[in-house]
């Protein structure tokens, strides 16, 4: 599993993570799937509830 790069507020910007091996596609279906969340144009932020539930 490749690590989500995030800033230091915790923000994913789309070219920081093609740059660390996601591909546009897997952001587009991390959003779909409501695992990130879209806050505008490449920007992203974890949904909290992907996090809580992936944490167990």
Do not use: K, N, Q
């Amino acid at each position: 599993m490749i690590p989500i790069p995030t800033d230091r507020s915790g923000l994913i910007l789309r070219e920081h993570a093609v740059r660390a091996g996601f591909s546009e596609a897997d952001l587009d279906e991390a959003v779909t799937r409501d695992h990130l969340v879209c806050l505008g144009p490449g920007v992203f932020a974890i949904a909290v509830g992907y996090l809580l539930w992936s944490r167990g």
